[in-house]
């Protein structure tokens, strides 16, 4: 079974920067497509920034120029680099993996990963 653990959230202010982590371990058989979600509350989860097995990524209009998805395979290692920060992207950010992928393309929706970190909040001040 594959874990994932994020880390790295926190407050920050309108314009800065943040960057989670998550740390992949146990059973490797479900690591396809990883990536990042956020969701806050009575909301659906949302994807972020996605990377498939081949390295092509995937970032959502909202986020796209600001938000960078990176992997460090050697420490088993997710990263999202969040810049210009600002209160829309205040939220619970959650790594996950094990998601569809076809053509090397990552699936968008939620429920099409397997495996899921905890979350970790990160508030952006208005």
């Known amino acids: 079974q594959v874990q994932l653990a994020e880390s790295g959230g926190g407050s920050v202010q309108t314009g800065g920067s943040k960057r989670p982590s998550c740390v992949l371990s146990?059973?490797?058989?479900?690591?396809?497509?990883m990536g990042w979600f956020r969701q806050v509350p009575v909301k659906a989860r949302e994807a972020v920034a996605l990377?498939?097995?081949?390295?092509?990524?995937w970032y959502a209009d909202s986020v796209k120029g600001r938000f960078t998805i990176s992997k460090d395979s050697a420490k088993s290692t997710l990263y999202l680099q969040m810049n210009s920060l600002s209160a829309e992207d205040t939220a619970v950010y959650y790594c996950?993996?094990?998601?569809?992928?076809?053509?090397?393309?990552?699936?968008?929706?939620?429920?099409?990963?397997?495996?899921w970190g905890q979350g970790t909040q990160v508030t952006v001040s208005s």
């Open positions: 996950a993996a094990g998601g569809g992928e076809f053509g090397g393309f990552c699936y968008t929706a939620y429920e099409s990963y397997r495996y």
């Open positions: 146990g059973d490797s058989a479900g690591r396809r497509c």
């Open positions: 990377v498939g097995s081949a390295g092509i990524t």
